[in-house]
């Protein structure tokens, strides 16, 4: 492994890491048109019949919150009552599976837009969790700029595949255009509400919308800002920290354990001269001890130890059932990940500097 930021998430993120210096000369931007995600669900989780219904939800250019609110609009019952097995990009086309209590729809439900697509399929006797999901496949399409691009590609990818890449958690994890998720999380342990609030209303990022940033400005918050806008008229605003719901909550904490994740996996990296030792390694819910040399460096005083989940994540991460193929001028290439692998790491391990995660701006 070669020690190597190639854009500024990395250096936030601490994802410090390439398997080779090559890379495809093509850039690549994740759209909807150019990044498709589908959930592979493990063997049985789908029966003629059980207590929750299960949807098939088709997306595009719309996070999966934001879908669900449309589907529970439709039902008509809270948005809580869907249950997904994981958050899914607002830069993709994506295909994923909701879980909800049969009797809470009545006759049924179908769901079409624009932008969203959602029909009940089948049925699950089990309570929905994330043992459920098996895994995601993901298919990717680009403009190819010569022909060496398609076996540059083939090459780097029979490399990917047989060597595998540092597990790092991808940058979807801690936001996109405003990656702050893994701060907000940190603010939370730390107990310190007055820097939640502050960073929540306040801190801007030239990857947001200038809707978005003026709406933070002059403290203005759209619809899709709705979080902020409650806590804006809280009194004091300091509260909005408490409030928070269980999902909410959970999302931020969960992005600084998986910030610190990156940083320790890295360490290890640095300590073995670039060799990648495959292992299990834990999260800090399960082993203070294996952080405490990073959250001193960090300089956190944990106060909400209990916040911490513990679960273990393997050290390297290896797509399954490759493929690439030529299109018509395009390069299609496709793989499958298990539960909790970031694509994205595949595609920066593909481009480097040439892959863009939103279209508005390259992250060089």
Same mark, same amino acid.
């Given at each position: 492994?070669?020690?190597?930021?190639?854009?500024?998430?990395?250096?936030?993120?601490?994802?410090?890491?390439?398997?080779?210096?090559?890379?495809?000369?093509?850039?690549?931007?994740?759209?909807?048109?150019?990044?498709?995600?589908?959930?592979?669900?493990?063997?049985?989780?789908?029966?003629?019949?059980?207590?929750?219904?299960?949807?098939?939800?088709?997306?595009?250019?719309?996070?999966?919150?934001?879908?669900?609110?449309?589907?529970?609009?439709?039902?008509?019952?809270?948005?809580?009552?869907?249950?997904?097995?994981?958050?899914?990009?607002?830069?993709?086309?994506?295909?994923?599976?909701?879980?909800?209590?049969?009797? #809470? @729809? $009545?006759?049924?439900?179908?769901? !079409? +837009?624009?932008?969203?697509?959602?029909?009940?399929?089948? =049925?699950?006797?089990? *309570?929905?969790?994330?043992?459920?999901?098996?895994?995601?496949?993901?298919?990717?399409?680009?403009?190819?700029?010569?022909?060496?691009?398609?076996?540059?590609?083939?090459?780097?990818?029979?490399?990917?595949?047989?060597?595998?890449?540092?597990?790092?958690?991808?940058?979807?994890?801690?936001?996109?255009?405003?990656?702050?998720?893994?701060?907000?999380?940190?603010?939370?342990?730390?107990?310190?509400?007055?820097?939640?609030?502050?960073? #929540? @209303? $306040?801190?801007?990022?030239?990857? !947001? +919308?200038?809707?978005?940033?003026?709406?933070?400005?002059? =403290?203005?918050?759209? *619809?899709?800002?709705?979080?902020?806008?409650?806590?804006?008229?809280?009194?004091?605003?300091?509260?909005?920290?408490?409030?928070?719901?269980?999902?909410?909550?959970?999302?931020?904490?969960?992005?600084?354990?998986?910030?610190?994740?990156?940083?320790?996996?890295?360490?290890?990296?640095?300590?073995?001269?670039?060799?990648?030792?495959?292992?299990?390694?834990?999260?800090?819910?399960?082993?203070?001890?294996?952080?405490?040399?990073?959250?001193?460096?960090?300089?956190?005083?944990?106060?909400?130890?209990?916040?911490?989940?513990?679960?273990?994540?393997?050290?390297?991460?290896?797509?399954?059932?490759?493929?690439?193929?030529?299109?018509?001028?395009?390069?299609?290439?496709?793989?499958?990940?298990?539960?909790?692998?970031?694509?994205?790491?595949?595609?920066?391990?593909?481009?480097?500097?040439?892959?863009?995660?939103?279209?508005?701006?390259?992250?060089?």
């Amino acid at each position: 492994m070669i020690k190597k930021f190639v854009n500024v998430f990395d250096y936030i993120i601490d994802i410090a890491y390439v398997l080779t210096e090559k890379n495809i000369k093509s850039e690549f931007t994740q759209t909807p048109e150019t990044f498709l995600v589908q959930e592979v669900l493990e063997r049985n989780t789908l029966s003629d019949e059980g207590d929750y219904a299960v949807l098939e939800l088709e997306k595009k250019g719309v996070d999966t919150f934001e879908a669900l609110r449309l589907i529970a609009r439709k039902a008509g019952i809270p948005a809580s009552n869907f249950k997904v097995l994981g958050l899914k990009d607002k830069n993709s086309r994506s295909i994923q599976y909701v879980f909800v209590k049969k009797h #809470l @729809l $009545g006759g049924g439900i179908e769901v !079409e +837009t624009n932008s969203v697509k959602a029909r009940v399929i089948g =049925y699950s006797r089990c *309570k929905p969790g994330k043992s459920a999901l098996k895994g995601n496949y993901f298919k990717i399409r680009f403009e190819a700029s010569s022909d060496d691009d398609f076996w540059l590609a083939k090459d780097l990818l029979r490399e990917i595949v047989e060597h595998g890449l540092p597990n790092y958690y991808g940058y979807q994890r801690f936001g996109v255009t405003r990656p702050i998720t893994h701060l907000l999380g940190k603010a939370l342990l730390e107990a310190d509400s007055s820097w939640f609030a502050s960073m #929540l @209303l $306040g801190d801007t990022s030239i990857l !947001e +919308t200038a809707e978005s940033i003026r709406g933070r400005m002059r =403290y203005t918050f759209n *619809k899709i800002m709705s979080y902020e806008k409650k806590c804006h008229f809280m009194n004091p605003v300091e509260d909005c920290g408490l409030s928070l719901n269980h999902s909410l909550r959970n999302l931020y904490v969960d992005a600084y354990s998986s910030y610190l994740f990156n940083r320790l996996l890295t360490k290890i990296l640095e300590k073995a001269g670039g060799v990648l030792p495959e292992e299990k390694l834990p999260l800090p819910g399960c082993n203070r001890a294996s952080y405490h040399e990073i959250l001193r460096e960090e300089g956190v005083i944990v106060r909400r130890w209990g916040l911490f989940k513990c679960w273990e994540r393997s050290s390297v991460l290896k797509p399954l059932e490759p493929g690439i193929r030529r299109n018509n001028g395009w390069i299609e290439i496709e793989f499958t990940l298990p539960r909790a692998g970031y694509a994205s790491l595949v595609l920066r391990e593909l481009f480097k500097e040439n892959f863009r995660l939103v279209e508005t701006l390259s992250v060089k």
